[in-house]
């Protein structure tokens, strides 16, 4: 889940929100010592509450009443969707926490202050309302200033578009930022060329999506994005069948941002070739069932990574 929707900061952001996270093993793995962490309770708790009781991903009450389940390998959007719903359909625990109340009393109380306004849409931008979250960050947008707030508020606006898969908006929208006399001083230029990417992938313009990513990396060293540029880079060259820089951008990532949030999701891209799992990223792609084994898959991604090394001139 690492590689998918734990990969999304909108998925985790929204459990922090209104969820408490427990993981644990019921029942996995051979009898054999490096097999470990296996809780008896747990297996005896989701007896009879999950269709799969290897893999799953659910939630309970505090009762310990189930409420919904879902594949343990549903895509980012699926388990996002996912979460969403259960929230929709259990009002009850999708109340504003008193902290939650001040924030959005202080943009009521304050609408010319841009922090209060950000704040209120990052609320509810996070807990995926982003009809009401939208007028917060317009709000902040009508500023002339080229401030952190505007920013933050741009980058907001692109995200929301981006996950409703609204591409005609965002292309408007990207095309509009870029238009502004102090977009420079704004410092997002990567983010706008991000959410771009995912427009071109969606519209499978690849060579276009290659290039522009390739030159905001040279562009923007520092950028926070980094690793999306180099894991939708990849997703593009996988599409135009060079998959030798489709493993450069995905092996970038791993070996150089070790501890990044999209760091497994380009591992399992770069080693799909031996992941039996289908890649929702990849158009469902899947190798042969194994099993499973981790020495496949780990084999796969050092073909991948030897590649990368020859290319980076290591």
Not at 287 to 294: F, S, V
């Amino acid at each position: 889940m690492r590689a998918g929707c734990f990969a999304e900061p909108r998925v985790i952001q929204l459990l922090n929100r209104r969820f408490i996270n427990f993981y644990y093993n019921t029942d996995s793995g051979p009898p054999q010592p490096e097999y470990q962490g296996k809780d008896p309770l747990a297996k005896e708790f989701v007896k009879g509450k999950v269709k799969n009781k290897y893999a799953f991903y659910a939630a309970f009450s505090a009762r310990g009443e189930p409420l919904g389940v879902t594949d343990v390998y549903s895509s980012k959007d699926n388990v996002f969707d996912f979460l969403c719903a259960l929230l929709e359909q259990n009002p009850e625990f999708n109340r504003f926490t008193s902290d939650e109340e001040k924030i959005l009393a202080s943009a009521r109380e304050q609408p010319a202050n841009a922090q209060a306004q950000l704040q209120a849409g990052k609320l509810y931008e996070e807990l995926g309302q982003y009809a009401k979250a939208r007028p917060y960050y317009e709000r902040i947008l009508a500023a002339e200033k080229a401030t952190p707030a505007v920013a933050d508020a741009s980058r907001g606006l692109l995200r929301m578009l981006k996950y409703q898969k609204k591409w005609d908006a965002l292309d408007a929208l990207c095309v509009s930022l870029a238009a502004r006399p102090n977009f420079a001083q704004l410092q997002i230029n990567a983010d706008v060329v991000t959410e771009k990417a995912h427009i071109l992938k969606a519209r499978k313009q690849y060579d276009q999506l290659c290039k522009s990513l390739e030159d905001a990396i040279k562009a923007c060293p520092q950028s926070q994005r980094m690793s999306e540029m180099h894991f939708l880079a990849g997703v593009g060259y996988y599409f135009l069948e060079d998959k030798p820089s489709a493993y450069y951008h995905w092996c970038w990532v791993v070996e150089n941002l070790p501890d990044d949030h999209l760091t497994r999701r380009c591992y399992l891209a770069a080693a799909h070739e031996g992941m039996p799992y289908e890649n929702p990223e990849l158009d469902n792609y899947s190798a042969p069932l194994h099993g499973g084994r981790i020495e496949v898959i780990q084999a796969a991604y050092d073909r991948a990574k030897e590649v990368y090394l020859k290319r980076a001139g290591k």
